[in-house]
């Protein structure tokens, strides 16, 4: 079975080796026809601290980590201009 994997901004990176990654996915409503934007945000553990807020990431699948964390932090794929 292929590992899922979704591509998010970090959103906060306050908890120790967590951060929260806010995913966007559009979608067509089934009635009006209206593409919608749907976001969702993911726990991910992040081992060594290397993300930033405003930070684009790859996070993949995994076991239970904790109550809410299922997600790891598979690569940075561009750091933000912001400074942290």
Do not use: F
């Amino acid at each position: 079975m292929p590992v899922k994997e979704k591509v998010g901004i970090v959103v906060s990176n306050k908890m120790q080796k967590t951060i929260v990654v806010k995913v966007e996915s559009r979608y067509s409503h089934p009635i009006y026809s209206k593409t919608m934007t749907k976001t969702r945000k993911y726990l991910a553990h992040d081992e060594m601290g290397e993300c930033n807020i405003g930070d684009q990431v790859l996070v993949q699948e995994c076991r239970p980590l904790s109550k809410r964390k299922r997600w790891t932090l598979s690569k940075v794929l561009s750091k933000s201009s912001l400074v942290s």
